[in-house]
């Protein structure tokens, strides 16, 4: 027989710590057969296909599409319609807030008289809108 020591003792108690530890650590053991449909052990969770990791984020592009692009493309879309129709003798205000009469018009530039004999020319781009009535009827 061998003779037990007290430092024989000690590196046996402290093997059977590391493997406890080493143990816990990995988690428990799991049976290979008799889990979840699909091979996967009873104890494990399945993790999402991708059609499920896909889902969400489908999702929050609809709400984002719905709630911002589509309405903003359909303001866009009126006001390149409000552009195109434009013609002399309209009363509009600017992005900046002016008003006057459009005296002239071209494919990028109107010319818009905004005082009697004071004429400016401007973007055609910056036509807030078109005013209906008269611009002396806002002041």
């Given at each position: 027989?061998?003779?037990f020591t ?6 046996f ?6 493997s406890?530890?080493l143990?816990l ?5 799991l049976?290979?057969t ?8 009873a104890?494990?969770?399945q993790?999402p296909g991708l ?6 984020f489908?999702?929050?592009?609809g709400?984002i599409?719905?709630l911002?692009?589509?309405?903003q ?7 390149q319609?409000?552009l195109?129709?434009l013609?002399?003798g ?5 992005a900046?807030g ?5 005296t ?10 905004v005082a009697?004999?004071?004429k ?13 009535g008269?611009i002396?009827?806002?002041?």
């Open positions: 027989m061998t003779k007290l430092a024989s003792g000690l590196f108690l402290g093997n059977l710590f590391n406890m530890t143990a650590a990995e988690g428990p053991a049976p290979v008799g889990g979840a449909p699909g091979g996967a052990p104890g494990i969770p993790q059609a499920g990791m896909l889902l969400p489908l999702a929050m592009f709400v599409y719905f911002m692009i589509r309405p493309q359909k303001k866009m879309k009126e006001q319609a409000m195109g129709a013609k002399h309209d009363e509009v205000v600017t900046s002016i008003l006057g009469k459009i002239g018009i071209t494919d990028k530039v109107v010319t818009v008289e009697d004999g004071v400016i020319k401007i973007l055609k781009s910056q036509v807030g809108q078109v005013i209906k008269q002396k009827d806002l002041t």
